[in-house]
Every structure is written in C-alpha cells, then in structure tokens.
C-alpha cells in the first residue's frame, strides 16, 4: 500500500474573496475542485490510501469526495479543532495511517499545482535511505521561498528561511511543498500543538544528524496562493501545459461544461474555463480567465485574466482584467475593472460606477 497525507487546511486568505465561502482546496481550477487533480495525479501515481487534514470549512470535503471510490482511492477525513501548522497537521492524522514504521507516507501541499514525478520521489527516496525526502524546485528569486542547499549527493545541507540579501541566497532550490516521510519520523513530531515542518521539523532533525535528501524536479510548478496564480493555474490546466488526469475535456484554448451556455460569436481563449450553468453573452470576449458555477458574462463585456465566482453577474460591455469577483456579485454594466480589483461576495456595483482602478 502507498498512502499520502493531504493539507488542506489552510484559510486561503490570500484568495478571498474566493474563499469566502469555499476552502481554497476545493475552488475549481479547470472546471473541478483543485484538490481532484491532486488526488487524481496521487492515484495515477499508485496512491491508494489518503487521509486529508482538514480545518477551514471542514465540513465541504467529505460530502464532494466521500469515501474515495469514486477516484478509485480510499479517503479519510481528520479536521483539526484548532489550527496546528503543517507539522501539527501530519502529527495529528497519524492514527489514520496504515503503514508500517520504515514504509513511506507521502505528504503534500493543498495548493501547489506540479507536474512533479511522484513515483521518481517515492523511489529516490528508498534509493537514498532517507528519513525524509524533499521535492525541491528551482526559481529565478528565491527570496519569497525557504532555501534549501544540498551536497553533490542531494543530502539536505541546510534550511535557509526568506533571504533578503545577495550574500544569504546561496542557492535556487526551494522547498515546493512535497515530502516523503519514512512513517515513524511522523510519530517525532510533538503532538497537540502547532508545529511548522519547514521551521521547527526539518531543521531540528537536520540538527539531530537525520538523512534529509531532496529531489530536484524543475517541472511545471506554482504556488496558487494568489488569485493571479491561480487564474494561471487554472489556464494551464485547461491548456495542457500543466498536468493532470482529472480535467474534464479536452486540453485547448477553452474549456465550457456541459451545461453552460456561450453565444455562438462569444470568443474564449487562453484556457478559459465557464463552468456547470454560467452565460457567456453576444460579442463577449473572455481570455485566460474562469468563470464559476452559474456566473453571468452579458453581450460585448471583455474579460481577461480574471476570476469570477459562483452566481455573479457581470454586466454588459464591461472590461475585467486581473480582477476577483466574488460569489453572488453583481457589476453592472460599463465598469472598468483593472489588475488587482476584487469585488466582495454578494456586492452590487452600480452601471459605470468605476472606469478604472489600481493595484491594491
């Protein structure tokens, strides 16, 4: 058996208003929850038992997936009472685990979007006789990440957080957010309280004298922490270049649900996602962006790089850009919205009541 642990529990501020009434797990990218390409590629990576940590709107999770089999997985559920990090996360659903002490538990990020080679992770770390493997990823600025240097072997070195100087950069490879545990390295964890893995985890057990490898993988990778990267996410998801098995379609410029609608002279380009019951109006030109459950596009507005949540209404001829609507939003007609806007849940926005913003 292969199991994995899933976070999922984090509060996706950095989203709102997407997350307002959704965990950012299940905000769909390419027209399904993201958490189902995680779970889809963990399948198809020979995954057959995950347990996910839950916490923000616990309670969506279990209905949507139930017990997995769907996905042809077995899925259990452990919803922290009060926030515990991503150490305290791992710590707390290891009850739920079926393996063995010296087998391997992988464990992943519910935000990172990867083309990574799992099974080349799992292997490489068998291979090296690690306590603890590491996906590792290379970026062009690394200053927004944690560091990790490796040795000629890959053997983690050393954990460097957020360098802010030329002299603290000493490498490109950042933590990207997935691991292979050896299972009874999950049982050191203090139990109960919040413990952060990249701060307290890793560097403790580097300190203890533990074998730390990291793998390289400079595949597709990105945070969806950010409406921004999210959109992109979810283009790429629609245009093949980032993948996964659970995209519901055929990868190319637009991706439209079986029960949206689209004017036959509407343009969608650059993975445009319109989801399950959305509108797309005459003359309606839409690149790059997703449009939720139900939202409403009308005639001749302009949508780029955007997202729209479930049941909002954009009116018609105006321009988006870089904008966030949220769930139930309604922007009349002969708005100009640009990069950075984000219109709150349930907010109506009179006909030309704004021509144009900046970031925010």
Known sequence: MTEAILLVGGKGTRLRPLTVNTPKPMVPAAGVPFLTHQLARAKAAGVDHVVLATSYLAEVFEPHF???SSLGLSLEYVTEEEPLGTGGAIRNVASRLRSGPDDPVLVFNGDILTGLDIRALVAAH??????????????????????????????????????????????????????????????????????????????????????????????????????????RGSADLVLGRAPSPAVPGRCGDRLVLPTARVAPDAKLTGGTVVGAGASVGEGARITGSTLHEGAVVEAGAVVTDSLIGAGAHIGARTVLTGAVIGDGAHVGPDNELQTGIRIWCDTTLPARAIRFSSDQ
């Not at 068998?126 to 493997?133: H, K, R």
């Not at 950069?169 to 050191?188: C, E, K």
């Open 66 to 68: 139930g017990d997995g």
């Open 126 to 231: 068998g291979e090296s006789g690690a306590d603890v493997s590491l996906h590792l990823t290379r970026v062009e600025d690394p200053r927004a990440f944690g560091l990790v240097p490796t040795d000629e072997t890959g053997r983690v070195t050393a954990f460097l957080e957020k360098p802010q100087t030329p002299e603290e950069i000493v490498t490109d490879q950042i933590n990207a957010g997935a691991y292979v545990f050896r299972r009874s390295v999950i049982d050191t964890i203090p139990k109960g309280r919040p413990v952060s893995v990249e701060r307290e985890t890793f560097p403790e057990l580097l300190a203890a004298g533990a074998h730390l490898q990291g793998l390289v993988d400079s595949t597709y990778w990105l945070d969806l922490g950010t409406p921004q990267a999210f959109v």
